[in-house]
């Protein structure tokens, strides 16, 4: 399981630092992609979304999120599938083997696995242009618990493989 639950004292402590350094990344007209267990009680949403500086927040439904605390959020549904800086991303909370757009370059993000499937899918599948998103994986790369932007998750997916 994640280290995070050794580096904690508790729960409000990870949520404390989550936030802040969400808050550190992003600015205020930016749009936060979550793909999914955005709040593992629904009626912590609305104070999260509170404290979260950031003009909207876009989530995929994860296996710990309720549907109810869509009204904190400006999206909320199983997948989602933006356009930004003119690529496709297919996000969802799972891990996919294939995607939308996969055959056109379509960035796969995902949540969930917690870091703890990435070494084995990148030798089994280097160049699969997809990524654990979560901060588990963030922390496995930057060492930081904190959030990818999009540009690096553009360049970690490029067909070469470089640290971010």
Not at 14 to 36: H, Y
Not at 48 to 77: M, T, W, Y
Not at 81 to 104: A, E
């Amino acid at each position: 399981m994640p280290i995070r639950g050794e580096m904690f004292g508790d729960i409000r402590n990870m949520e404390d630092c989550f936030i802040d350094t969400i808050n550190n990344f992003v600015l205020p007209n930016d749009r936060l992609i979550i793909a999914g267990d955005f709040c593992w009680r629904a009626g912590r949403a609305g104070y999260f979304r509170q404290r979260l500086n950031v003009k909207k927040i876009l989530v995929a439904l994860g296996n710990h999120d309720s549907p109810s605390f869509a009204k904190h959020v400006s999206q909320c549904e199983l997948m989602l599938f933006p356009k930004i800086n003119g690529k496709h991303f297919h996000i969802t909370h799972y891990p996919l083997l294939s995607w939308r757009k996969m055959n056109h370059s379509g960035i796969h993000c995902y949540g969930h696995t917690h870091s703890l499937m990435e070494d084995q899918l990148d030798t089994l599948w280097p160049y699969r242009n997809s990524i654990d998103v979560g901060v588990d994986n963030a922390h496995r790369i930057t060492g930081y618990f904190r959030p990818f932007h999009i540009d690096e998750i553009i360049r970690y997916c490029s067909n070469t493989k470089v640290d971010l």
